[in-house]
């Protein structure tokens, strides 16, 4: 079956560092790749996606790029903001069902 | 545009007890799921609806859990009983074409 498979948190960082989340993911087919965010007392909001491999995605200064070869799709910024701190979830779906399969999360923290 | 909307935030109620949820689709939207989603776990399919038939319910547990879509517009989620495990946030989603899911902002339930 399919599967999402997060690096663990929380990731905690001072504002203006470089971040990494780590996704790599199982998938019978060739799946379309997302990164949501989930900030606190909130639902999840789409945060960028690709939908093929070597696409990369991209949204607020956040950037994934579809990598079939290794299976994963890393969420990058280039320096994080206090206001980034949030829950990220990777997440893909199938072509044909169309059902998210959602990763654990990872809690980011950013300190002033 | 308006977002996915859900009610109540927050609902505490004792074990045995019954609860439901409304959510309200972004307009236009034809799919609509809900997810379970516990504490430090990323969210979990419990059903998806394509307008009002049911396309995958094969995690919903269908002794105390049920859901309709009534006119495939909105849908309501109920738990009888409930039970102390059943504790967690549960999250509308709609999707109206090929991107992403569009979530709610979630109905916290806690039971006691």
């Known amino acids: 079956g399919n599967s999402v498979t997060q690096m663990e948190g929380p990731v905690t960082l001072s504002e203006e560092a470089f971040l990494t989340i780590n996704c790599t993911y199982t998938a019978t087919g060739y799946p379309s790749l997302f990164w949501y965010v989930q900030y606190p007392g909130e639902g999840l909001q789409l945060l960028l996606k690709a939908t093929k491999a070597d696409d990369k995605g991209s949204n607020k200064g956040f950037e994934a790029t579809y990598r079939k070869e290794t299976t994963s799709f890393h969420l990058e910024k280039g320096s994080v903001q206090v206001s980034d701190s949030a829950v990220y979830f990777c997440?893909?779906?199938?072509?044909?069902?169309?059902?998210?399969?959602f990763g654990r999360g990872t809690s980011l923290i950013v300190h002033p | 545009e308006a977002g996915v909307a859900q009610s109540p935030r927050y609902k505490i109620i004792e074990k045995r007890q019954s609860v439901a949820f409304w959510c309200n689709p972004i307009s236009g939207h034809a799919t609509l799921y809900w997810y379970q989603q516990i504490l430090g776990q990323g969210p979990k399919l419990l059903i998806q609806f394509q307008n009002n038939g049911v396309v995958d319910d094969s995690q919903l547990p269908k002794d105390r859990f049920s859901a309709e879509r009534l006119k495939g517009v909105d849908s309501t989620l109920k738990i009888q009983p409930a039970k102390l495990e059943d504790s967690a946030v549960y999250l509308c989603a709609s999707r109206g074409g090929a991107e992403g899911a569009f979530f709610g902002q979630g109905t916290r339930l806690t039971v006691v």
């Open positions: 997440a893909l779906r199938e072509g044909g069902s169309y059902i998210p399969t």
